[in-house]
């Protein structure tokens, strides 16, 4: 298995200003992606983090607002740009494709985001 | 559009009580079919998966599962429900090996004493 680091685990931030969200693995894995819960909601798929290279992003994401960096096989961040209170959400990271032989997705703890 | 639902927002059950939370699949080929449960204030946590073999598979905390592709189902099951089963449960599946999960709504589980 993996275990899965995030920080911050929380944050409450002003309209306008960023927030940059870091995961950690304490192990190499191929895939990282971000999700985002909103209250009350299901999980919804932001981006996948590739190493090396330009996320690749969903549907009525972009770049411009979830910027995503993943510099190597353990690490990734995820910077949610311009906040307004619709971005109050849970934001988690998950990973699979463990070069320990693991398949399955492992999740972080989450990064809970309020926007006043 | 590809999916899994949930049909069931919540699931009232007594403790002792045998449960089943309900999927349903609409994907082409062969998904890989997962359960994940995620109590209050916590991260998903991974219970079962399916992808080919056996149709009955067995999970973390004596949770099990079957596929059945019949009538595209995959339900959750535990034959006897405890009070700390209490959480949220997700169904979601994936076309495959390393991509991402895609979820149902979930559906809350409430195990009463």
């Known amino acids: 298995s993996a275990v899965i680091s995030q920080k911050p685990s929380r944050d409450i931030c002003q309209r306008g200003t960023s927030l940059t969200i870091q995961c950690q693995v304490d192990?190499?894995?191929?895939?990282m992606f971000w999700y985002r819960q909103q209250p009350g909601q299901s999980l919804t798929l932001i981006a996948t983090?590739?190493?090396?290279?330009?996320?690749?992003?969903e549907s009525g994401f972009v770049i411009d607002k979830f910027p995503i960096s993943r510099p190597n096989l353990t690490f990734s961040t995820l910077t949610v740009s311009n906040l307004s209170p619709e971005d109050s959400s849970i934001y988690l990271c998950?990973?699979?494709?463990?070069?320990?032989?693991?398949?399955?997705?492992?999740f972080g703890p989450g990064t809970r985001l309020t926007v006043l | 559009a590809q999916s899994v639902a949930q049909p069931e927002d919540q699931v009232n059950v007594a403790e002792g009580n045998p449960l089943t939370v309900k999927c349903t699949y609409s994907?082409?080929?062969?998904?890989?079919l997962f359960w994940y449960v995620q109590y209050p204030n916590r991260g998903l946590q991974f219970l079962l998966k399916?992808?080919?073999?056996?149709?009955l598979v067995k999970g973390s905390y004596g949770f099990e599962a079957e596929f059945n592709k019949s009538q595209t189902s995959f339900h959750l099951k535990k034959p006897s429900a405890l009070v700390s089963d209490s959480a949220l449960y997700f169904c979601?599946?994936?076309?495959?090996?390393?991509?991402?999960?895609?979820f149902g709504k979930g559906t809350t589980l409430s195990v009463s004493s």
């Open positions: 998950s990973v699979s494709g463990g070069l320990a032989g693991f398949d399955e997705q492992f």
């Open positions: 192990s190499q894995v191929t895939m």
């Open positions: 983090a590739n190493q090396g290279s330009e996320a690749t992003y």
């Open positions: 994907v082409s080929g062969n998904p890989y």
């Open positions: 399916y992808i080919t073999g056996d149709n």
């Open positions: 979601a599946w994936s076309p495959g090996w390393g991509t991402a999960l895609i």
